[in-house]
T-cell receptor
Framework: GQQLNQSPQSMFIQEGEDVSMNCTSS?????WLWYKQEPGEGPVLLIA?????ELTSNGRLTAQFGITRKDSFLNISASIPSDVGIYFC??????????????FGKGTKLSVIP | ETGVTQTPRHLVMGMTNKKSLKCEQH?????MYWYKQSAKKPLELMFV???????ENNSVPSRFSPECPNSSHLFLHLHTLQPEDSALYLC???????????????????FGEGSWLTVV
């Protein structure tokens, strides 16, 4: 099946530092989504990107839809302890009969040291 | 609060037990999903229901049996599970299943908090 390559797998950063993670694929997509999953919870949508080159912000989070449509980046500025969690990228994969299913990357586990 | 509620949050069951996971969405969505999340693996789609009809079964073993009595409720019936089935089971919903080439801004997927399942 389609693979999304998400990196890094994990990060340990100092509070206040900026964070950058990315997802790449060998295929082109029209939508990139970024989710955050906190310990013991389900994933929550952070940012949705619908256009190549699009740069979208949500508070301290900024995500970009790569111009090639094969990648996306998520940046977190001035990290705080509540940023801890696993961040997933996701794309819709065509599954036939006009329907699309979300496929997820393996996630980037973020730890913030106070 | 995402509008998708899962119960129970935690479940421990023996390999010969029969149990069920329940999901309810209050978003007026028409599509509902079961995902499995294991350690070190991506989120795996298990089943998809669209307007109460199952449209996807990603080669899931028959010991997992989904049921969707209406667009707001989704169950996952569990029977004779194996220890390797221990995982976080996530329910999700979206407005619609089909999208002409892209997910629209009104058609993103919302997840419940998950049910932690341990099979002993």
């Amino acid at each position: 099946g389609q693979q999304l390559n998400q990196s890094p797998q994990s990060m340990f950063i100092q509070e206040g530092e900026d964070v950058s993670m990315n997802c790449t694929s060998s295929s082109i997509f029209n939508t990139w989504l970024w989710y955050k999953q906190e310990p013991g919870e389900g994933p929550v949508l952070l940012i949705a990107l619908y256009k190549a080159g699009e740069l979208t912000s949500n508070g301290r989070l900024t995500a970009q839809f790569g111009i090639t449509r094969k990648d996306s980046f998520l940046n977190i500025s001035a990290s705080i302890p509540s940023d801890v969690g696993i961040y997933f990228c996701a794309v819709p994969l065509y599954s036939g009969a006009g329907s699309y299913q979300l496929t997820f990357g393996k996630g980037t586990k973020l730890s913030v040291i106070p | 609060e995402t509008g998708v509620t899962q119960t129970p949050r935690h479940l421990v069951m023996g390999m010969t037990n029969k149990k069920s996971l329940k999901c309810e969405q209050h978003l007026g969505h028409n599509a509902m999903y079961w995902y499995k999340q294991s350690a070190k693996k991506p989120l795996e789609l298990m089943f998809v229901y669209n307007f109460k009809e199952q449209t996807e079964n990603n080669s899931v073993p028959s010991r997992f049996s989904p049921e969707c009595p209406n667009s707001s409720h989704l169950f996952l019936h569990l029977h004779t599970l194996q220890p390797e089935d221990s995982a976080l089971y996530l329910c999700a919903s979206s407005q619609e299943l089909s999208a002409p080439g892209r997910l629209s801004s009104g058609n993103t997927i919302y997840f419940g908090e998950g049910s932690w399942l341990t099979v002993v």
